[in-house]
């Protein structure tokens, strides 16, 4: 038969991951594709880095699996007996497990794994899984999100691959290995001995895992593309369709678009009939939709279209693909910087890696919005996914909720692995609306600013804009602005305003977008008011402001409008880089809020002058026992007009507040009630009161959500505080508590963000100690506990109690309903 010739058509070589989230699956995929995850059900156990016998003989035996397809040996074998691993489910990081020492890697956070540790950074996963009979004659494949890293797949012995980056997503075609109408296994080897990063990167398989079944012809992986154009009231789609026919034989088919609005009502639909595609191959389809009165994606209103892609042959639809859009535009101005549907946006953002206290890099989806809600709250508009690919479900919640992405790649290169890599990286992350700007790079110190930084750049450019066009590309240079990569970078990235000039580089390079990928914080642990630098904390009141922080970095941006904004390092504390301390210090101090979400004081510096509302923040506590008649400096951080400080209801005065800045007074030290207030045209708007606590008398939970789904992976993130008799939250309390779970849930971690804790922050079963009780300090009064669902609904109790103290119990509902967040 005759193809269209109006169809334009290439070929991409693409293996990536999918574009919906469970939610949407259940609602809206039909018996056409199933998209089912994986999570749950593994067994797990440490192998051995150098040791065969210890991994389970994998490789020893005289045909081995890279011999004689199907001949997976030791672990990876059928008849394997994995009885006696332990029962884990997904997202897993083994590495959050282990103990500290300090002679373990400082930029990984000392956790006992690397090649000094082999018996403990070669794990082993293994699952069984039932196909039906009727699957036969689908196309099936396994998709992992991540692996951290170095990861071999085997399916009923078969080896099907080997991904050896942390942050890639792999899809593994099966469909020929699968056993139909009887039970399946998979084993994973993963090998974390070798460093990727040179930050905390966990182990495991920390990200989900999809077993995908489609028709023989079908949406490709990942095989949608969207892009918009706006023009008066009309938004103008644009629909690049990968059809793959996996039969032998040629097919004739029709394309149906439909565009549904939030309540899956269509809104518009457009079909390409009687299209031909014959056997075995791969096309791009293009569609045009035009779209009435759009509602657009944007920071206040993250409106989200769903773009049904039907593929109907014989009168039956054979396949349905969803793809999740956002109708927007986003431009850099050399002059100007960003602009958001035509509207300028200074990008207030930050850098995060992608740990989080007690479950490691292993986050469940839950955590993921809890953590851009918390940067949210600060008036962030921005993350960078610093270094690396970011796990899909952080973009469909950033698609969610109005958050804007620099979505960055993992190692420079222009070879072949480079290029896959970044090429499936990036076509699996091109349709969210959130992205607004890939990088390709960070800090390549050895090409960063030499020809070699400047040619790679370019050429990396130009095959990253064959795969997406429409956006821009950066690469975050460290120095050597004018000599390097920054010499062709598309969007100039400054990491640090003091490792160079920007004002005379944008001289130099007037045609140039520049945006601060990396700006220096104001560092410290949190409630931390004096350096303790031995025992691995620093004072939250460290290089502020006359030196470099926050305040002085947000200026420099705030003045210069060529400048789209800036990412400060780190919205989130992380482990590993505990710079410039070392042991025992082993998490950074460079977030805004700590590895917890709990904020430090120089989040409200931040909230005052990016978000909307009146704030006001006293900074430090008032427990000075000891310290009577002492000066103490008291910061005040709002974006009230006017404060007037109260000690005891005597007044301290009143200053004005500059914009962009704080206050300060020296408070001669008394016990009692210290309270801010803040004016505006005279008005009090805003009041904040602290004052000294008595000791702790109780412990207090709260849980940021009570109601959960009963998917065994939904989770409530707890706080614990410490209170005195008067309710009053102890700022200073460090107190072990002890928790004890019933119901159908369990512990998913404990944290308490202090960055030289050495607690551990999961308490694994073993046979010695089957049932171990879970413990954790408040660290300055807080804490908190992560509690994870199963797939039984019911009521989950969680008890915390300490020495002396009245103990705390909430409950929590875990629901097969359907609930809002
Ligand atoms: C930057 C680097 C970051 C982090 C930071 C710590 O140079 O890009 O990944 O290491 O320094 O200060």
């Not at 699952?127 to 399916?155: E, P, Y």
């Not at 990200?207 to 154009?229: C, D, I, P, Y």
């Not at 025992?535 to 290089?543: C, F, V, Y």
């Not at 789209?564 to 710079?579: A, I, K, M, P, V």
């Amino acid at each position: 038969m005759k193809v269209k010739i109006k169809l334009l058509f290439f070929i991409f070589i693409v293996v990536s991951v999918p574009v919906f989230s469970q939610k949407q699956v259940v609602e809206l995929l039909p018996a056409t594709r199933e998209h089912q995850l994986m999570d749950l059900g593994w067994r797990f156990a440490f192998g051995h880095a150098t040791d065969f016998a210890k991994d389970f003989e994998t490789s020893t035996g005289y045909f081995t699996y890279l011999a004689k397809a199907g001949y997976g040996d030791g672990a990876a074998s059928v008849q394997f007996k994995d009885s006696t691993w332990r029962e884990v489910d997904l997202p897993h990081d083994w590495a959050v497990e282990l103990p500290f020492s300090g002679s373990a890697s400082h930029s990984h956070g000392y956790k006992t794994i690397g090649w000094k540790y082999p018996e403990t950074s070669v794990g082993w996963y293994r699952k069984k899984f039932d196909i039906q009979a009727s699957d036969l004659g689908r196309k099936i494949n396994i998709q992992f999100d991540g692996i951290h890293r170095n990861s071999t797949v085997w399916v009923n012995g078969f080896y099907v691959g080997n991904e050896k980056s942390g942050y890639a997503s792999s899809v593994y075609d099966i469909t020929d290995y699968l056993n139909y109408g009887a039970v399946n296994t998979i084993a994973v080897r993963v090998d974390a001995s070798m460093e990727e990063g040179w930050y905390y990167e966990g182990a495991g398989i920390y990200r989900h895992v999809w077993l995908n079944k489609t028709n023989m012809l079908h949406v490709a992986q990942n095989g949608t593309f969207v892009t918009s154009e706006i023009n008066g009231d009309k938004a103008e789609l644009t629909v690049r369709t990968k059809v793959d026919n996996q039969y032998d034989h040629l097919s004739t088919f029709t394309i149906e678009q439909i565009l549904l609005d939030t309540n899956n009502q269509t809104v518009v639909s457009e079909k390409l009939e009687n299209t031909t595609l014959r056997g075995n191959l791969m096309n791009t389809l293009y569609q045009k939709i035009s779209v009435p009165n759009p509602t657009l994606w944007s920071l206040e209103n993250p409106y989200l279209y769903k773009l049904k892609t039907n593929i109907i042959s014989d009168g039956l639809v054979v396949d349905t693909y969803i793809s999740t859009i956002g109708i927007r535009t986003v431009r850099f101005d050399p002059d100007l910087g960003f602009f958001l549907n035509g509207k300028s946006i200074k990008i207030k953002g930050t850098n995060d890696h992608q740990d989080h206290a007690g479950v490691g890099t292993a986050l469940p989806d839950a955590l993921q919005e809890f953590r851009v809600k918390k940067l949210k709250e600060m008036g962030s508009n921005a993350i960078r996914t610093s270094h690396n690919p970011p796990t899909p479900e952080l973009l469909d919640v950033c698609d969610q909720l109005g958050m804007l992405v620099l979505d960055e790649n993992r190692l420079m290169g222009i070879n072949q692995e480079h290029f896959d890599l970044l090429e499936r990286f990036m076509v699996r992350d091109r349709n969210h609306p959130s992205v607004i700007l890939w990088s390709i790079g960070n800090e390549e110190w050895a090409i960063e600013s030499n020809e070699k930084g400047a040619r790679i750049t370019k050429t990396m450019q130009e095959f990253a804009q064959k795969i997406d066009s429409s956006r821009a590309f950066t690469v975050a240079v460290s120095g050597g602005w004018d000599s390097g990569s920054g010499t062709t970078a598309q969007v100039m990235g400054y990491n640090y305003i003091v490792q160079g000039n920007i004002d005379e580089h944008h001289m130099k390079f007037p045609l140039q977008c520049g945006i601060g990928t990396e700006e220096s914080n104001t560092i410290g642990t949190r409630g931390m008011y004096t350096d303790d630098k031995t025992n691995g904390r620093m004072a939250a009141t460290n290089r502020m402001p006359e030196n470099v922080g926050t305040e002085s970095g947000w200026k420099f941006y705030d003045d210069r409008p060529f400048l789209s904004g800036l990412f400060f390092w780190t919205g989130f504390d992380y482990r590993g880089e505990s710079n410039p301390l070392s042991w025992p210090a082993v998490n950074s101090e460079f977030g805004i809020v700590d590895l917890c979400g709990f904020p430090k004081d120089i989040f409200y510096y931040l909230k005052s002058w990016w978000g909307t509302k009146p704030v006001m923040h006293i900074m430090p506590h008032w427990n000075w026992k000891g310290r009577e008649g002492e000066n103490v400096k008291v910061t005040i951080y709002s974006n009230a007009e006017e404060i007037e400080l109260l000690l005891k209801n005597k007044s301290l005065g009143k200053k004005k507040m500059e914009r962009n800045g704080h206050l300060e007074w020296n408070v001669a030290y008394q016990p009692g009630t210290l309270v801010a207030n803040g004016f505006a045209k005279g008005k009090l708007i805003v009041s904040e009161q602290i004052e000294t606590t008595d000791a702790p008398a109780k412990v207090i939970l709260e849980s940021d959500r009570v109601v959960l789904k009963a998917d065994g992976e939904d989770v409530a993130v707890i706080t614990v505080q410490l209170k005195d008799n008067k309710n009053h939250f102890v700022p200073t309390a460090n107190n072990e508590i002890t928790f004890t779970i019933s119901g159908p849930g369990k512990i998913a971690g404990v944290g308490n963000g202090d960055p030289a804790s050495h607690e551990p922050e999961q308490f694994v079963k073993t046979v010695s100690d089957p049932l171990p009780q879970w413990k954790r300090k408040t660290f300055n009064g807080l804490a908190q506990i992560i509690i994870k669902t199963t797939t039984q609904p019911g009521k989950i109790t969680l008890t915390a109690s300490a020495d002396g103290l009245v103990p705390a119990i909430l409950i929590l509902r875990s629901t097969n309903d359907n609930i809002k967040k």
